[in-house]
Structure formats: structure tokens, C-alpha cells
């Protein structure tokens, strides 16, 4: 759960609902459809050959060590960015939460970036039991957001549903797409079950269910109770808290945020 729910969903709705509008329920869907085939692959592929290598090891054992490199020097790539955008959403929350601008978001964001820095070259490794409060954190408070706005959805706010046609569909799904990867991160771990075989495909399944559960909800409940703000906030968890707790969902928001950027920034 901890390598798919990542301080992203705290910022994809209203990206997505910006490109697609209410449409972009769609490609929520369709992206979740995907992950089952991919994510089962996965759980397959780890059960089999439980190894730390992960993705690079089938690619090795499938294809020889060039190919193997070169996946590796994809993920060495590739990882960075991720870790700074995860850094700007907490700078986005806080700054939400405390009336900074921009400036003060990316302050915020680089203190984070800073300190997951300074943490890991002493060696700092979250264990699973920290790693396991994080997820579960942001699991409990998108179920609560969902739950919370679930009052204040609205019919209208779903038409016109396809206002930018059927490509802008496809437009939320490469912003989407960001949100729901991570299912390879499981079979890294693939060694470290003491039973690979049973215990990964069992957390897989589990962890379809729990995300798209979220997701699904979350796309909806923010297309419905925000309307056409859902595409001009750059917090929208924080929009979707306030309809029922009011200004007192900033902090928490934005403290929330905070964790979950830092523990996915220090992984």
C-alpha cells in the first residue's frame, strides 16, 4: 500500500479533473482496470523468484544483463523526479494551510527534500511498523474525506460530463498514471516474506481492493461536492475536509501531508 498511496493522491484529483472534468471518473476507472493484470503479474513474478532485484532481476533472467542495465539506469532516472514532486505537494499543503505563496511551497518542499537527506546519510530506514502507521494514516483520511463529502455531492456538478471531448480522457489518465504505479516496489520486497508464495499475491489482492475502494470514491466524491473548484484547487483533500469540519482540516491537512511527503521522499 505504502509504494501505490503516495503523497500523489493528495494532489492527482484536481490535476485530473482539470484535464477531463467530471470525465475524468473514466480514466480513474479505466487505470484501476489495468492495475489488476499488472499488479497480479507482479505478485506472480515475486512469489517465483524472490530476489531484491526486483524488476531488473526478470528483466535479467528474461532478457540477459544489458537489458537488465538498462532497466536500472530507468529507475535511477526516474526515481528522483518522483521524489521531488512528492516534496512539493507537503510544501503545497503547508503553504494552503498557513496563507503562503508559491516561494513559501517550494521552502517547504526543499526542508523536506533537506531533511530526508540528512536522515538517510545516517542510515535512516523507516521500519515496516512506521511504514505500515503512514499508510494506514492516509488510508483512514481519504476514507474520512470521502465519507465527509459524501453529503454535499451534487448531479449538477457532473454535467456537462465530457466538456473537452473524449481525448481529454486520456489526458487524465497520463496524470493518473503517476498515482498508480508502484506495484513492481512489492516484488523488491519479494525476499523478505517467509512465505513469498502465499503472503504476496494475498497483500496484492488486498491492496487492489483497499486502492481502488479510495480512488474510486475520491474521484467521485471530489467531482461531485466540489463542482468546477475541483479543477482550481491545488488541495483538494483539504477542500473536500473543509465542507464539513471547516478551516480547522488545514493544519491537519497540511500536517498530514507533511509525514506522508517526508516518508515517501526518505524511501
Known amino acids: 500500500m505504502g509504494a501505490v498511496l503516495g503523497p500523489g493522491v493528495l494532489a492527482l484529483p ?8 467530471p470525465a475524468s471518473i473514466l480514466a480513474w476507472a479505466a487505470l484501476l482496470a489495468t492495475c489488476v493484470p499488472v499488479a497480479a503479474c507482479f505478485a506472480a513474478l515475486g512469489a517465483r523468484f524472490p530476489d531484491g532485484g526486483g524488476v531488473a532481476t526478470y528483466v535479467h533472467r528474461a532478457f540477459g ?13 526516474s ?45 535512516l530506514h523507516l521500519s515496516s511498523r512506521i511504514q505500515l502507521l503512514l499508510a494506514g494514516l492516509l488510508a483512514v483520511l481519504l476514507l ?53 508464495r502465499r ?17 474510486l470514491g475520491l474521484a467521485v466524491t471530489t467531482i461531485g461536492a466540489l463542482g468546477p473548484g475541483a479543477a482550481t484547487t491545488e488541495t483538494p483533500l483539504t477542500a473536500l475536509l473543509t465542507l464539513s469540519v471547516g478551516d480547522a482540516a488545514r493544519p491537519v491537512a497540511a500536517v498530514v501531508a507533511l509525514f506522508l511527503s517526508f516518508g515517501a521522499v526518505n524511501t
Open 65 to 77: 544483463p544489458r537489458a537488465a542495465a538498462t532497466v536500472g539506469w530507468w529507475f535511477y532516472g
Open 199 to 215: 503472503d504476496l499475491p494475498r497483500v496484492t489482492t488486498l491492496t487492489l481492493i483497499v486502492v481502488g475502494v479510495l480512488y
Open 14 to 21: 484536481a490535476l485530473a479533473a482539470a484535464a477531463a472534468g
Open 79 to 123: 526515481v528522483p523526479v518522483g521524489v521531488v514532486a512528492g516534496a512539493w505537494i507537503g510544501g503545497q499543503y503547508t503553504a494552503a494551510a498557513v496563507g503562503w505563496d508559491r516561494t513559501g511551497a517550494a521552502a517547504v518542499a526543499a526542508l523536506l527534500l533537506a531533511a530526508a537527506i540528512a536522515a538517510n546519510s545516517q542510515g
Open 144 to 196: 474520512a474525506a470521502v465519507i465527509a463529502a459524501a453529503p454535499h455531492l451534487r448531479t449538477a456538478h457532473f454535467t456537462p460530463f465530457l466538456p473537452d471531448g473524449w481525448h481529454s480522457v486520456g489526458s487524465a489518465a497520463g496524470v493518473l498514471f503517476f498515482g498508480f504505479v508502484g506495484w513492481e516496489a512489492a516484488s523488491h520486497l519479494s525476499a523478505e516474506f517467509a512465505d513469498p
